[in-house]
């Protein structure tokens, strides 16, 4: 074989190597945001014990947030005029959700397969935007579409939950 030919199938396997790492990293990072969006909320509702949780009875609703009385479910935890909760399509003025307190305790997070359902939101969005990576960087077809299941099934029953 020629030293061109060679030389030539090195380059093209330097590149190939090259753009696996760029689109493997990318795909980490997409990834890694997801679960990092996530975890900020659904430490809370997963990992309960030891933490404040009752009901929030949602009297007023704002821009971005939503409030109303906090009744206490859990044994040490002390009755409040005021917790707010993120507003989003989830929380809607007049109903009652059962919420678990953020240690700072003006601030709640729904509880129970609804809350654990929302809070993951953002890593069924990380999995969808993942599955176009691995299927145009990485030309993996199989592993696109077990990423777009997964944050496709996510999404849809965190709509249908709340």
Do not use: N
Not at 35 to 46: E, P, R, T
Not at 81 to 101: C, K, N, P
């Amino acid at each position: 074989m020629p030293s061109a030919v060679v030389s030539r199938q090195g380059a093209d396997a330097v590149l190939r190597f090259g753009r696996f790492a760029a689109m493997g990293a990318v795909t980490a990072l997409i990834l890694v945001a997801g679960v990092w969006a996530s975890w900020g909320s659904a430490q809370y509702v997963m990992l309960t014990k030891g933490r404040e949780s009752g009901t929030v009875e949602v009297t007023r609703c704002g821009e971005d947030t939503c409030a109303g009385p906090y009744r206490p479910l859990s044994p040490g935890s002390q009755p409040r005029e005021r917790v707010v909760l993120e507003h989003s399509v989830a929380v809607r003025e007049g109903r009652t959700y059962t919420v678990v307190l953020k240690p700072d305790g003006g601030e709640a997070v729904r509880s129970g397969p609804a809350g654990v359902l929302h809070a993951w939101v953002p890593m069924g969005g990380a999995l969808l935007l993942a599955s176009v990576v691995v299927a145009g960087g990485l030309r993996r077809a199989r592993a696109a579409w077990v990423l777009a299941g997964s944050g496709f099934v996510l999404i849809t029953a965190a709509f249908l939950v709340v």
